[in-house]
Structures are given as structure tokens and as C-alpha cells.
């Protein structure tokens, strides 16, 4: 099917049948509105009302310098026709701010947090310097996804769905599932043992996620009042984990000079090497990756018009820029204040989120406000928000691979109840710091897995011409991108060996574990090699010795 192609717009009666059978799920029209542009036929409509949108046009943000859009619309033909470009304006800037924001929520959320306080306790600030490029790393992969949505007016789900067969969609909606699951569930029990902490382990943590689960269907009812509306939940929320870490850091007072070597000098030793794959591997957040490219169309934006894509290009890249500055920053007051308080105790190698409240209480105190409670604000803030996020995501994933337009209420209850059920069965049967632990590593294992399956569509993608017209990338950004998605595929390879070869006993799982790594390697291989010219050479190599 080409990239182009209307999904539903043809199909057979059994498909019609369940067209007919979810049309009483669909979000109800209003009269009159206008589902396309002023000149396409209402044929053309019907098609387009059957295929699902990130966000119907009513809900799009306008973004406009001035007060009259048609004012903009002139301007537009001037430059158009002149080949300059807009002068900058701090209001469209505004305008555009808020996808970034929520994108950098996946890198401040509870498995990053314990990845930060690992890395603080067991090495120090000898890896600031990674955090800094892995930091790097992951701005270069988000604005990659946010280029493919706002190029193409639709986001990586959908465009995966129109580029793979029938087979290899379901296999990477089934990755993207499992790996938003996984988060989801980090997430989850991070906002758990928030509220645990805050009122004093008077609430376990299987009441912990019942409360996180009615959070999340609140806040997400604020989009109802508008999308801005949401975005300035998600600044609050951001500026509390901000506050809340900050806080801890000047209480701790860390070594400046320490800081500044960490972050320009890299080390890295035998003994840290964990750690280190560890700070990479939760930078890149699979689910993340879809979600970005479907933030960013919040924007009314007409992906048709050359110049409202490279502005809306140029804005984005700012704030992603900008929020992910803040993201970095707050994992550094994390990570510092862990090596400040742990770096080379008999502490360091058993700290983990659940009892690193107790550990700083211990180490720290606290003064006007107990430092367990600042860290419990600072962790609930990093839960609540990143669950929120999971699940739009989640609502982007599954309606993007299967084309369901469903309510929202409803997809957003389908995605939590994804997450939640099995989020509770951990919490009763794994209520202790030990086992959580142990789960936390399987959680990164299983994200870890996911990676190539986000990064090799997304990288795919934006090199297409027919997928992205002027918009795609040149060789030499391909290169470059092509070196990051292998480096980290890489990183989480040596974990996933890591992990395995320790856990893993007994020729029966050994022999699983390879027949496994052979499918998931073949897998891979095939996202890489699609359409290249070598596997067209395999391909007609194969059909000569069948003939």
C-alpha cells in the first residue's frame, strides 16, 4: 500500500461489517464541521472520517502572529513568493509550546529517576558526561519524530500501518504495546510508592495504583477544556519535579568542581559499565518516540504549505531543545545528590526507589521541609505526569496500527487497563524494596527489546522521499542518525547479554533464549534491509532456487 493511501477506503464486507459494528464507538461529529479542505468532494470526507486522527481539527491549536489569520495568509504569500523566511516572534513560540514539554516527561519519569540514583550511588559524577550525550542523543530521535508529523500531517502508527505488510504491522503494534506496558507500569508503581511515602506508609502500594489510575482519567478529562489546558498541567507538573529535586540539591550542596569534570570529562571504568548502559537505555523511551509525532499535531498546521512546516519545524525544534535543557537538568540534581550522599557507602548497591526516601531522610534530614518529603513531592510529580503521558501514547499507538477511532474515554480506559491490572498484581505480590528491584530490571529488559522497533520505522521514514517529499533527511543526517540508532541498539544489546547470561540456566532456556534472539535478530534485520537494494537481490536470489 503506498504512503499515501486512504486505510479503510477499500476493503472487504467483513471489514465494512465491523465499520458498521464500531460506528456506535466513533466520537459524534458536530453538524456542519469541516473534516477537510474547501475543496474536496463530501466523498472525500466520508473516506477521511474513516481513518484515525491524532486530533480532530476543532481541537487544533491556531497558531498566528497577529489577531487576524488572514493577515498571516498574506504574509505567507510574500515570503512564499520572496523565498525569505518569518522574522522570529516570541509569540508564535508560545504558541507552539507544549509537545516538547510533554515529550520530556519520558525522560524524567520513575525508571529514569532510579536509573539517576544507580548511577549517582555506584559511580559518582563520572557519568554526567553520558547523561549530557545520551540527553543529546535523545533530542536528535524526537526531533526526527517530530519532523514526520508535522511533514506529513500524521504520526509514526499511521504511517507504519500504511508502510509494513499485514504480518510485520501487528508485530510492531504488539512491540509498541508491550514496550508502553512496561513503562507503564515503572511509572505506575513510581507514582505508588509516592503516595506511599507521602502519607507515611499508611497506604500500600496496591492502593497507590487505584489512585494513580483515577488521576490519570481526570487530568486527561482537562483536554476536554482544550489542549493548552493540558499542556499547563503538564508545566506545573514539570516545574514541581524542578523545585523538588532543585530543592534536595542545594540542601545536599554537592561539590561544584566534582560536577563540572563530570559533566566535561568523560570516565568510564569496568566496575561502572552497568550503570552507564543503564543512563543510555533509559533515555530512549519506545512509546515516546510515537508520541512526539503525534503532539506535534495539535498545531492547525497544513503539511501541503512549504513554509508553515519549515516554521512550525524551526518553533518545535526550540522547545524541544529547551525542554529537554530542563530535563537534563533535573536528572542532574537526581544523580548529584545520590553521589553526594552515597557514592562509595555500603548503601550504594542496594538503593532503589522504593527505600531511597528513607536512605537520603537518614543521611540528610531535613530542615523547614524533611528532604523524604521533598523527595516523595518530586517522585509523585515524575509518576502522576509520565502515566498521563503513557497513556496518551497508548491511545496514539493502538488507534494509529489499527485505525480505531474510538471515544476517548474509552480508548484511554482500554490503554490504562493495559497497564493497571497487571500493575496491581505486582503491587500485592511484590510489596517489598527487593522484589520491586528485581521487577525494575525485567522492565528495563523489556524496553531495552522494544528500542529497534521504534528507532528503525521512525529513521526509515523521514529518508523516504514519497513519505516525505522536501522534508526528508539527506544522506549525511541519515549517516548520522543511522550511527545513533546503532550505537544504542548496541548499549542495549550488551544489557540484554548482560542481564540473560545471569539470569538464564539450563540447556532448555538456553536453547529458548536462542531460538528467540535468532527471531528477534531476523526481525530487525528485515526492518533494516526492507526496500534496500540488497534485499531485493536476496529476494530474487530466493525465487531463482524455488523455480
Given at each position: 500500500m503506498s504512503a499515501h493511501a486512504v486505510p479503510g477506503a477499500a476493503g472487504d464486507a467483513g471489514a465494512a461489517r465491523a465499520d458498521d459494528e464500531a460506528r456506535a464507538l466513533l466520537p459524534a461529529s458536530a453538524p456542519g464541521s469541516d473534516h477537510g479542505d474547501a475543496g474536496s468532494s463530501s466523498g472525500g470526507e466520508e473516506e477521511e472520517d474513516l481513518e484515525e486522527r491524532a486530533f480532530e481539527a476543532s481541537e487544533k491549536v491556531l497558531v498566528s502572529i497577529s489577531d487576524d489569520p488572514d493577515a498571516d495568509t498574506d504574509l505567507e504569500a510574500q515570503l512564499a513568493s520572496s523565498s525569505g523566511s518569518p522574522p522570529f516572534s516570541w509569540r508564535k513560540l508560545w504558541l507552539f509550546t507544549g509537545?516538547?514539554?510533554?515529550?520530556?516527561?519520558?525522560?524524567?519519569?520513575?525508571?529514569?529517576?532510579?536509573?539517576?540514583?544507580?548511577?549517582?550511588?555506584?559511580?559518582?559524577?563520572?557519568?554526567?558526561?553520558?547523561?549530557?550525550?545520551?540527553t543529546a542523543m535523545g533530542l536528535l530521535v524526537q526531533l526526527l519524530a517530530a519532523r514526520l508529523g508535522v511533514a506529513t500531517g500524521r504520526h509514526l502508527a499511521e504511517l507504519c500501518r500504511d508502510e509494513y505488510p499485514d504480518w510485520a504491522r501487528r508485530a510492531l503494534w504488539l512491540m509498541a504495546e508491550v514496550a508502553m506496558v512496561g513503562a507503564d507500569i515503572q511509572e505506575v508503581i513510581g507514582s505508588a510508592i509516592a503516595i506511599k511515602i507521602l502519607s507515611n506508609g499508611y497506604l500500600p502500594l496496591w492502593a497507590g495504583v487505584v489512585i494513580t489510575a483515577l488521576d490519570c482519567f481526570i487530568f486527561l478529562s482537562l483536554e476536554n477544556y482544550g489542549v493548552r489546558k493540558l499542556e499547563a498541567v503538564f508545566a506545573v507538573l514539570i516545574a514541581t519535579m524542578a523545585v523538588s529535586f532543585a530543592w534536595m540539591f542545594t540542601d545536599t550542596k554537592p561539590n561544584g568542581k566534582d560536577l563540572l569534570i563530570g559533566i566535561l570529562v568523560p570516565k568510564l571504568s569496568s566496575k561502572t559499565i552497568r550503570q552507564a548502559v543503564g543512563v543510555v537505555g533509559c533515555v530512549i523511551m519506545p512509546h515516546n518516540v510515537f508520541l512526539h509525532s503525534a503532539l506535534v499535531q495539535s498545531r492547525k498546521i497544513d503539511p501541503k504549505k512549504e513554509y508553515q512546516v519549515r516554521e512550525a519545524l524551526r518553533y518545535y525544534s526550540i522547545e524541544s531543545t529547551v525542554a529537554l535543557a530542563i530535563s537534563f537538568m533535573i536528572n542532574l540534581f537526581v544523580t548529584t545528590v545520590f553521589a553526594k550522599g552515597f557514592?562509595?557507602?555500603?548503601?550504594?548497591?542496594?538503593?532503589g526507589l522504593e527505600n531511597a526516601?528513607?536512605?537520603?531522610?537518614?543521611k540528610f534530614g531535613g530542615g523547614f521541609l524533611p528532604i523524604l518529603y521533598i523527595w516523595g513531592i518530586g517522585l509523585l510529580a515524575a509518576g502522576q505526569s509520565s502515566t498521563i503521558t503513557g497513556t496518551y501514547a497508548g491511545?496514539?499507538?493502538?488507534?494509529?496500527?489499527?485505525?480505531?477511532?474510538?471515544?476517548?474515554?474509552l480508548r484511554a480506559l482500554i490503554t490504562r487497563s493495559f497497564a493497571i491490572v497487571p500493575t496491581i498484581i505486582v503491587a500485592?505480590?511484590?510489596?517489598?524494596?527487593?522484589?520491586?528491584?528485581?521487577?525494575?530490571?525485567?522492565?528495563?529488559?523489556?524496553?531495552?527489546?522494544?528500542?529497534?522497533?521504534?528507532?528503525?520505522?521512525?529513521?526509515?521514514?523521514?529518508?523516504?522521499e514519497q513519505v516525505m517529499g522536501v522534508f526528508r533527511i539527506g544522506r549525511k543526517m541519515q549517516a548520522v542518525t543511522w550511527t545513533v540508532a546503532a550505537l544504542l541498539i548496541t548499549i542495549n544489546g550488551y544489557l540484554l547479554l548482560d542481564f540473560f547470561s545471569s539470569e538464564i540456566r539450563g540447556p532448555l532456556y538456553g536453547s529458548i533464549l536462542c531460538m528467540a534472539v535468532l527471531a528477534y535478530a531476523s526481525f530487525v534485520l528485515y526492518l533494516i534491509l526492507r526496500g534496500t537494494e540488497i534485499s531485493n537481490q536476496m529476494i530474487v536470489a530466493i525465487r531463482k532456487r524455488l523455480s
Open positions: 509537545p516538547g514539554f510533554l515529550m520530556s516527561i519520558a525522560f524524567l519519569d520513575p525508571g529514569n529517576l532510579e536509573g539517576d540514583l544507580q548511577a549517582g550511588a555506584a559511580a559518582g559524577d563520572t557519568l554526567l558526561w553520558l547523561l549530557m550525550w545520551a557514592y562509595g557507602s555500603k548503601e550504594a548497591g542496594s538503593i526516601g528513607q536512605y537520603l531522610q537518614e491511545q496514539f499507538i493502538m488507534g494509529g496500527f489499527l485505525n480505531l477511532r474510538l471515544k476517548k474515554w500485592l505480590f511484590f510489596d517489598s524494596s527487593d522484589a520491586l528491584d528485581v521487577l525494575n530490571e525485567w522492565l528495563n529488559v523489556l524496553q531495552s527489546i522494544q528500542i529497534p522497533f521504534a528507532l528503525i520505522p521512525l529513521i526509515t521514514l523521514v529518508s523516504k
